[in-house]
């Protein structure tokens, strides 16, 4: 279980760290932020299934936090820590599952854990929460990418080139590892890029006999080799249209 921690006081969140590092069970923080715009993003940017979260923050606070973490899908779980009883009916408003009391004791943050996985085990066992990921290494650090929102990977020199809805990505993957691993979801059209096979909104002829693939929500065009049309065309049982 892969934990945020949110205090815009850095002592509160050293302890808070402290605690979840003596209990077992297995959970990691792996991020922590000072408000809830960073609280926010690092949801919207990282796989995150359970945010400790202050309330009291300068700037967005805890609650206008919630509000929006909660709309994510999946949602990862909340449980309040601060210094103030009066927002509790505030927090669950917002589907909080835990309102933890500063200073936080060892016992009352081991049955917020618990509340937790037993929340999160049965949509795992029911197979509701089944993203795959993609990650990436980049200078100062690692991000993991929804394999649902790439739309190809394309070989370039010793590295993979993974094109997705933020961007561009590089991978130490190889394209045979990718290919093996994502069977189901990837279709090689070339020597050098595979695509999900998903996310292919045509298949378009050049004027100079070439065949290409495009995106419904990019401009993207790439090319298909002559051994890789049939399958391609199989897959979106159309004829082939001028580009």
Not at 35 to 53: H, K, S, Y
Not at 98 to 116: G, S
Not at 120 to 146: A, D, F, H, M, N
Not at 197 to 211: E, N, Q, Y
Request: charged share 30%; hydrophobic share 40%.
């Amino acid at each position: 279980m892969n934990i945020l921690v949110v205090d815009d006081e850095r002592l509160a969140r050293q302890r808070l760290c402290a605690l979840l590092s003596e209990l077992e069970g297995g959970h990691q923080v792996v991020a922590e932020a000072e408000n809830g715009e960073q609280a926010v993003e690092i949801c919207e940017r990282q796989e995150i299934d359970l945010v400790f979260l202050d309330i009291h923050m300068p700037g967005m606070d805890g609650l206008e936090a919630a509000a929006l973490i909660s709309r994510q899908e999946p949602p990862p779980a909340i449980v309040f820590t601060t210094a103030y009883g009066e927002h509790a009916l505030d927090a669950f408003e917002v589907h909080a599952v835990d309102y933890l009391l500063k200073p936080i004791r060892r016992e009352k943050l081991a049955v917020a854990l618990e509340k937790v996985t037993r929340l999160t085990r049965p949509l795992v066992q029911k197979g509701e929460v089944e993203e795959q990921w993609i990650t990436s290494k980049y200078r100062g650090g690692v991000q993991r990418i929804p394999l649902s929102q790439v739309y190809y990977f394309r070989a370039d020199s010793k590295y993979v080139v993974a094109r997705y809805r933020g961007g561009e990505a590089l991978l130490e993957d190889s394209l045979v590892a990718l290919e093996k691993r994502f069977p189901d979801e990837l279709l090689r059209i070339h020597r050098s890029t595979l695509v999900r096979s998903r996310m292919i909104a045509a298949l378009h002829k050049r004027p100079d006999g070439g065949v290409e693939v495009g995106f419904a929500d990019i401009d993207d065009h790439l090319e298909v080799s002559r051994r890789h049309v049939p399958q391609v065309r199989r897959l979106l049982a159309a004829p082939l249209t001028p580009a």
